[in-house]
């Protein structure tokens, strides 16, 4: 059910609207809590931007969601979002995107290891026309082995097979134009292939050197466990790009050579048997015929339940297959009237 509300209430929702809305997530980060809001804020304020600050804490439990609750009540600009219990930075993230209501959004990590005196430079590159400006972390502070090594390899495999040609993909500080991150939907730890589901929305995309700081209080949350976590999302991003719309083009296609093949061993086969009289039954190749042609059945089979999970997918959400960047005309009612 969809409610309609008067051009008024529409208005007031507009002009409430902040310029730039910053989404932090935060899982046990009480010592740097308190700085990271200040300097957010001293940052913010000299840029004279209206702008809200929405801190998701998820599920820490060290103190964060009480400290940040006290602290929403003295700061204005300052929302908290409290989750129920921990469901990861990508929830986190996508948490705030739903409640951020700025024209701008900006995420960056809770412990101080982006700047915030970062935030209005990637502000301005947006305001330049794009839609995504992604931090390029400079002098990255974090272990070498187990860190630095693990991004780099990633940083040029999801170049490679996303398309998107950026340096940092994990670098939390970013800038979006909101109707992209709306248009988003984040599953998993997706939110470091951001730049890539943007690139697939047909968005407009650019990096920037930032600052990174070591992390000063707490400890990271994440080790080499993430490396594999990140290579089977990738596997997901590949799919969704190359096949979300068309399935049955790449399953199909297979399918039907695998088949053709399989009948054609088959067919040869079978004139030899016919034919000439050969004994066929303890042939590697009749094996081969016969997975040949189920593995074929089966690859049309998965093609037409892709397009069927593709149409469920866009028709369920209202998703439509294209995404419009703008529309320009003179006004409608002129045109009636020409
Ligand atoms: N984070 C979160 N939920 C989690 C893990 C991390 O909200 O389950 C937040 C964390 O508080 C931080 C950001 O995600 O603000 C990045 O985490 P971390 O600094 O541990 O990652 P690293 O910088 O080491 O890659
Ligand atoms: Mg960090």
Known sequence: MTTIKSPIQNLTATLTRP???LVVPIYNEVESLPQLIKAITSVLTSTQLS????CVDDGSTDGSAQLLKEHALTYPNLRAVLLRRNYGQTAAMAAGFDYARGHAIVTLDGDLQND???IPILLAKLSEGYDLVSGWRQNRQDKALTRLLPSLIANWLIGQITGVKIHDYGCSLKAYRSELVADMNLYGELHRF????AFIEGARITELPVRHHARRHGYSKYGLGRTFRVLMDLLTVLFMRKFLTRPMHVFGLLGIISFALGVGLGLYLT???LGFGESIGDR???ILAVVLILTGVQLLSFGLLGELLMRTYHESQGRPIYRVRE???INVKNNKEN
Request: avoid cysteine; proline fraction near 13%; hydrophobic fraction near 55%.
């Open 284 to 286: 590697p190749l009749l």
């Open 116 to 118: 915030p005196i970062d």
């Open 19 to 21: 310029e730039v809305s």
């Open 327 to 329: 529309i320009v005309e």
């Open 194 to 197: 951001l730049p890539a589901l």
């Open 51 to 54: 702008y809200e600050l929405i």
């Open 271 to 273: 004139i030899l048997k």
